[in-house]
C-alpha cells in the first residue's frame, strides 16, 4: 500500500507544482485559450490525488489498524479495495470541484448549484457502495 500511497503522493505534489505554474505564469483568465484546460486539468489532478491520500490514510488507519498484530498484518484484497475506493471518491470530488469552478467561471454559480452538485456525486457514490 506504500508504494501506491507514494504514486498518489508524488502525483499531488506535480500537480500542485503545476498549477502554481499556470497560476503565477500564465494567468488563467486573461490567456483562457492555454491556460484553462491546463488549469482544470492540473485542479482536477490536485484535489483526486489529495482526496484520495486523505481517505486512503483515513482509512488504513480504521480498517487496518486491528489486524496489526499478526503475519497477515495488510491483507492484500483490503489495501486494494481502500486505495480503489478512495481513488473513486477522489474523483468524484474533484469531478464536482472542476464543476463548481467552471461555472464559477462562467458567473452563474449559486451556492445551492454547489450543494446540489456535490449533492449529486455523494448519492451516486451511494449507489455505487451498495
Not at 23 to 42: H, Y
Not at 64 to 85: F, M, N, Q, R, Y
Not at 101 to 121: D, E, Q, S, T
Amino acid at each position: 500500500m506504500t508504494g501506491a500511497l507514494t504514486g498518489i503522493a508524488l502525483a499531488f505534489f506535480l500537480s500542485l507544482s503545476s498549477l502554481a505554474v499556470v497560476i503565477l505564469r500564465v494567468s488563467p483568465l486573461t490567456a483562457p485559450e492555454f491556460a484553462l484546460p491546463f488549469f482544470f486539468l492540473s485542479v482536477f489532478i490536485a484535489v483526486t490525488s489529495l482526496i484520495a491520500l486523505i481517505l486512503s490514510i483515513i482509512r488504513s488507519i480504521t480498517i487496518l489498524k486491528p489486524w496489526t498484530g499478526s503475519e497477515d498484518a495488510h491483507p492484500a484484497l483490503k489495501t486494494k479495495k481502500i486505495v480503489g475506493l478512495s481513488l473513486r471518491q477522489g474523483v468524484f470530488f474533484a469531478v464536482a470541484t472542476c464543476l463548481v469552478l467552471f461555472l464559477w467561471v462562467l458567473h452563474i454559480m449559486n451556492w445551492w448549484i454547489v450543494i446540489l452538485i456535490y449533492a449529486v456525486f455523494v448519492l451516486v457514490e451511494m449507489a455505487l457502495n451498495r
